[in-house]
């Protein structure tokens, strides 16, 4: 098993931007992917981003394409997700997510291990 904590969420202004980090725990000696998701008040989870063991390749939804960017630090077990030029609309809570089967990756089934979310908001 794997567990994953979040961190680095926060309250920003539109344009700005943060880090989240996403640090794994237990069976992480194993090649594993990691995705990022979010969910916005009232709106299903939505993928954001994925990443494999090697960190090639990475995926990311249109929405955060060209602004996001996710990278990973495999001998410090980590994932991060930097975040510029924040929007009002990228408000949510994100959640990290792990798997040691590597599908599509942007989809919630994909995970077979969740973190407990950081929140994430962004004022106009």
């Known amino acids: 098993q794997v567990q994953l904590v979040e961190s680095g969420g926060g309250l920003v202004q539109a344009g700005d931007s943060l880090r989240l980090s996403c640090a794994a ?3 992480t000696s194993s090649s594993y992917f990691v995705g990022w998701f979010r969910q916005a008040p009232g709106k299903e989870r939505e993928f954001v981003a994925a990443i494999s063991w090697t960190g090639r390749p990475t995926n990311y939804a249109d929405s955060v394409k060209d602004r996001f ?4 630090d495999n001998a410090e077990n980590t994932v991060y997700l930097q975040m ?5 609309e990228d408000t949510a809570i994100y959640y990290c997510a792990a ?9 919630e089934y994909d995970y077979d291990y969740w973190g407990q979310g950081t929140q994430v908001t962004v004022s106009s």
């Open 84 to 88: 510029n030029s924040l929007k009002p």
């Open 99 to 107: 798997t040691f089967v590597g599908s599509t990756l942007f989809r």
């Open 25 to 27: 725990s237990g069976r």
């Open 69 to 72: 960017t996710i990278s990973r």
